[in-house]
C-alpha cells in the first residue's frame, strides 16, 4: 500500500510539472530559430549608445528588434550608426560617435570583432563603406580612407582623401570618395578623390559642384555623385562620372536627398525642409531623364523619409522613415512599381536596409 501510494504521488507530481511547462510562456526566437533576410539598420540618438538593428523576415513577418543586442548578451552596438554593409559572410557595421566598425556573422548577428579606428588617440569619425576583392574600404571624417582585409579583419591600410569625406564607392577598379567639407560651412569642398586600388593610391581629385555627399555605382561603371550645393546661390544636383576618363560626363540640375540604383534607373525621394513636402521619382539613366514623377502608387507614405535602398533580387523598395527622430521609426516596403507590399517597425531613426 505503501509503495502504491509512492507510485501515485510520483505520478501526480510528474503531471503537475507537465502542465506547468505547458501553461510557460514561450521564450523568444533565437536568431537561429528563424532566417531573417533584411536587417535595417537604426542610427540612434547621438550620444545615446542605442543604435540598433531590426531583423526582419519578409516570408513569415518575424521580427526581432535588435539582433545584435540579442545575439551577444545585452551588449549595444554602439553611438550612431551610420552605415551597414554585407560582404561575403559577415556584416561591416561603421558606428561614428563609438569610432568603430562592428563585424558579425550575418547569419546569427554574432560579432566577430570590434575594429576601432582612431586618429594618434582620437576618433577618426568613419561614415561610410565599400566592399572589393576581399577588403572593405571606409571613409572617416577626419580626412583618411581606410582598408580593411576582411580576412584577418585588421586594418590593413590608410590613406587620405580631401576634407571630411562621406559617399564611397568601387566602380573599374577604382574608388570612388565624396569630400564633402560638410565641417567647414559655409566653404565645403567640391571634390571626389579617386583611388588606384591595385595600390592604394589616390590618382586624381575630379572638381565637381559644391559639398558633394553621396556616392553609388551603376552596371554599367558609371559613378553618381550628389551634390547639396551650399544652400543659398549653389544648387544641389546629381552628376556621372566615367570611370574610365575620370570626367565628369553631364550634370542634372536635380535636387536629391537619399537614392538607390536597380538595373538602367535611380529611385529617389527629394524633402522638402520648409514645407514638408516629399516626392519619390524614378530617373532613367540611358534617356537621362526623369520617366516617373511620382513612383508610389499606391499605400500610405513615409512621412520622414530617411534613406531608401532597393532589394538587388527582386527590385523592392525600402523606404526608412524616422517619423521625429526621436522615437522608433518605420520601414516600409513597395513593389518596383510603387505598389506598397507592407509596412514594420524599426529602431530609432532607421537609415539603411541590407538584403541577405
Known amino acids: 500500500m505503501k509503495t502504491q501510494f509512492k507510485f501515485y504521488h510520483t505520478v501526480l507530481i ?25 536587417w535595417v539598420l537604426n542610427e540612434g540618438l547621438w550620444n545615446m549608445n542605442n543604435s540598433s538593428i531590426t531583423a526582419y523576415n519578409t516570408s513569415t513577418k518575424d521580427k526581432i528588434g535588435d539582433i545584435y543586442k540579442h545575439a551577444n548578451s545585452n551588449r549595444q552596438l554602439g553611438d550612431v550608426a551610420n552605415d551597414i554593409l554585407v560582404y561575403g559572410s559577415k556584416v561591416y557595421v561603421i558606428v561614428n560617435t563609438s569610432s568603430q566598425i562592428n563585424v558579425m556573422d550575418k547569419n546569427t548577428g554574432i560579432s566577430m570583432k570590434q575594429i576601432s579606428v582612431l ?5 577618426s569619425q568613419p561614415r561610410y563603406a565599400a566592399s572589393h576583392n576581399g577588403k572593405i574600404y571606409v571613409s572617416c571624417f577626419d580626412g583618411s580612407i581606410v582598408k580593411i582585409d576582411t580576412a584577418s579583419l585588421q586594418i590593413e591600410a590608410t590613406a587620405t582623401a580631401g576634407r571630411n569625406p562621406e559617399g564611397v564607392c568601387i566602380a573599374n577598379n577604382k574608388l570612388y570618395v565624396s569630400n564633402s567639407g560638410g565641417l567647414d560651412f559655409p566653404n565645403y569642398d567640391n571634390t571626389v578623390s579617386v583611388f588606384d586600388l591595385s595600390s592604394f593610391t589616390e590618382i586624381k581629385k575630379i572638381e565637381v559642384r559644391m559639398n558633394p555627399t553621396s556616392a553609388k555605382a551603376d552596371k554599367n561603371g558609371n559613378v553618381y555623385i550628389v551634390s547639396n550645393g551650399n544652400y543659398e546661390n549653389i544648387f544641389p544636383c546629381i552628376q556621372r562620372i566615367n570611370s574610365t576618363t575620370d570626367q565628369i560626363e553631364k550634370i542634372f540640375d536635380i535636387t536629391i536627398s537619399g537614392f538607390d540604383i536597380y538595373n538602367d534607373y535611380i529611385y529617389f525621394y527629394t524633402q522638402n525642409y520648409s514645407n514638408g513636402n516629399v516626392s519619390y521619382q524614378i530617373f532613367d539613366v540611358l534617356q537621362d531623364s526623369i520617366i516617373n514623377k511620382n513612383f508610389i502608387s499606391e499605400g500610405s507614405l513615409p512621412k520622414t523619409p530617411n534613406g531608401i535602398n532597393i532589394n538587388p533580387y527582386n527590385g523592392d523598395v525600402y523606404i526608412s522613415d524616422a517619423l521625429d527622430y526621436t522615437s522608433t521609426g518605420d520601414v516600409y516596403c513597395f513593389d518596383k512599381n510603387g505598389k506598397k507590399k507592407f509596412q514594420f517597425e524599426a529602431g530609432i531613426i532607421p537609415k539603411k536596409t541590407i538584403f541577405k
Not at 511547462?21 to 533576410?37: H, Q, V
Not at 586618429?119 to 576618433?123: D, I, K, R
Request: hydrophobic share 35%; aromatic share 6%; net charge negative.
Open 119 to 123: 586618429n594618434n588617440g582620437s576618433t
Open 14 to 38: 510528474l503531471l503537475l510539472c507537465l502542465v506547468l511547462f505547458s501553461c510557460k510562456k514561450p521564450e523568444e526566437e533565437t536568431p537561429d530559430d528563424l532566417t531573417f533576410d533584411i
